[in-house]
């Protein structure tokens, strides 16, 4: 295995220049500095991870969970979080809880015993107990998507139930009345609050009913499974609008009921959520709840810099309101 001390002798300096042109590089000239840049390059020299973390109390790296990494919206948000951070000088490692709140609970124990400067986290658990408890005992937590406001915790906010709110109201506005929720398990804070925005428009207006189908999670297929079973419905029992709480679900639920021939929107209207890069592009293109994911990601890259010493905050909460995107899969009144 290659040592520091190799790297010095190579490059014709001491271990202690090479130790600052790892860890402080302006103190090193940038003729020694392309030397010895080539000298690790030429040997594959690693620095150890735990060494420098005994040495300067950080690990340069960064912890972040999401709630499914299958899920486009995530992979957008992670790239602007990691952008920011990269502009810093941290790394980032990235794993998913797949919607499981144990999941995450091994994941936040794993990332402090790795001793990383900080975590964000996209958490399905509304509690968030655990998350203040790693915090207070020192590894600074910022949540990427906090649909209800943790107290203790720094966060950016997004506002499910407006999202939720927003697709029930453009919904009932073109005449639909039999809905449907097609979403996930219970335990989800962000859908779960979507699912709750829907449910006050909808019981205000005399006549609508709504239906919810919960799926163990709201991936493609059980969002063609969701489909299927529409299809299989008598056509008079059958939702005639159907909102799912993530878009990877309603492009599932829009591909069985085309297969199956029912029309979209002129059986069923279909609302989608996050306005992930296939929403536009699908068969019939998605009607959905944008959320700005570059936005949010970059919002809470600066929250946990600013935890860790890096940048000056902003004053007041970081919150994000998602917006109606009207394609094609639900026009809206003026279009049957």
């Given at each position: 295995m290659v040592s520091i001390h190799d790297v010095a002798r190579d490059a014709g300096v001491s271990a202690g220049t090479v130790s600052n042109f790892l860890n402080r590089?302006?103190?090193?000239?940038?003729?020694?500095?392309?030397?010895?840049r080539a000298v690790v390059e030429e040997l594959g020299y690693v620095p150890r991870l735990s060494a420098?973390?005994?040495?300067?109390?950080?690990?340069g790296v960064v912890g972040m969970c999401v709630v499914n990494a299958a899920n486009p919206y995530f992979a957008d948000v992670v790239a602007a979080a990691e952008g920011a951070l990269e502009e810093a000088g941290l790394s980032v490692v990235v794993s998913s809880a797949h919607e499981s709140a144990r999941k995450q609970t091994t994941l936040l124990g794993l990332f402090e015993q790795m001793r990383v400067d900080g975590v964000l986290v996209a958490t399905p658990d509304a509690e968030a107990a655990e998350l203040r408890e790693v915090d207070g005992r020192?590894?600074?937590?910022?949540?990427?998507?906090?649909?209800?406001?943790?107290?203790?915790?720094?966060?950016?906010?997004?506002d499910h139930r407006a999202g939720g709110r927003a697709a029930a109201h453009h919904l009932l506005a073109s005449g639909r009345r039999r809905l449907m929720v097609?979403?996930?398990?219970?335990?989800?804070?962000?859908?779960?609050?979507?699912?709750?925005?829907f449910r006050e428009v909808v019981a205000a207006v005399p006549g609508a009913t709504?239906?919810?189908?919960?799926?163990?999670?709201?991936?493609?297929?059980l969002g063609e499974a969701v489909g299927r079973a529409i299809v299989a419905t008598p056509a008079r029992e059958r939702p005639d609008a159907?909102?799912?709480?993530?878009?990877?679900?309603?492009?599932?639920?829009?591909?069985?009921?085309?297969?199956?021939?029912?029309?979209?929107?002129?059986?069923?209207a279909l609302v989608g959520y996050d306005d992930i890069p296939y929403a536009a592009y699908s068969a019939v293109p998605l009607t959905t709840v944008r959320q700005p994911r570059a936005a949010i990601g970059r919002a809470a890259a600066r929250l946990l810099l600013a935890r860790?010493?890096?940048?000056?905050?902003?004053?007041?909460?970081?919150?994000h309101v998602p917006e109606l995107v009207v394609r094609a899969s639900a026009p809206g009144p003026a279009i049957s």
């Open positions: 590089p302006h103190k090193v000239s940038p003729a020694t500095s392309s030397r010895i420098r973390q005994l040495r300067w109390g950080r690990s020192g590894t600074p937590v910022v949540l990427v998507d906090d649909g209800g406001g943790q107290d203790g915790l720094d966060g950016v906010l997004v097609a979403t996930g398990p219970r335990g989800v804070q962000q859908t779960a609050r979507r699912e709750e925005g709504l239906e919810v189908v919960r799926s163990p999670d709201l991936g493609l297929g159907v909102f799912a709480t993530n878009d990877m679900h309603a492009l599932g639920v829009e591909h069985a009921l085309l297969s199956g021939g029912v029309r979209v929107p002129g059986d069923v860790l010493g890096r940048e000056v905050a902003d004053t007041g909460p970081v919150a």
